[in-house]
Nanobody, 126 residues
Framework: QLQLVESGGGLVQPGGSLRLSCAAS????????IGWFRQVPGKEREGVSC???????YYPDLAKGRFTVSRDKVKHTVDLQMNNLKPEDTGVYYC????????????????????WGQGTQVTVSS
């Protein structure tokens, strides 16, 4: 089982940047698909980026041009670079992973993932 840990959250002004990292305790993420999600109270968890096992990336419209997900094979992490942050980006950000099945999946659907981190708070405010 993977134990995922997110880091890098914090308070940033609108227009600023943050870089989140997802690591696995005792494991490497080099061969795992990773999804990044966020959640605010009262709203459903929504996907903000996906990285497949083969390093193909997907972004919803809310993230295109601002967020970049990448795999760091030196640190064995999957990072989410977030630029031009807006107040509506505020929320708890989670990384998630799944066991490879060889079957196609919807990468921004939370139910597709088996493992979740505890989340890291991102607050965008002046």
């Amino acid at each position: 089982q993977l134990q995922l840990v997110e880091s890098g959250g914090g308070l940033v002004q609108p227009g600023g940047s943050l870089r989140l990292s997802c690591a696995a305790s005792g494991h490497t993420l080099d061969n795992y698909a990773i999804g990044w999600f966020r959640q605010v109270p009262g709203k459903e968890r929504e996907g903000v980026s996906c990285l497949t096992r083969h390093d193909i990336t997907y972004y919803p419209d809310l993230a295109k041009g601002r967020f970049t997900v990448s795999r760091d094979k030196v640190k064995h992490t999957v990072d989410l670079q977030m630029n031009n942050l807006k107040p509506e980006d505020t929320g708890v950000y989670y990384c998630a992973s799944r066991e490879p099945t060889g079957v196609s999946y919807v990468c921004w659907e939370p139910d597709e993932y088996d493992y979740w981190g505890q989340g890291t708070q991102v607050t965008v405010s002046s």
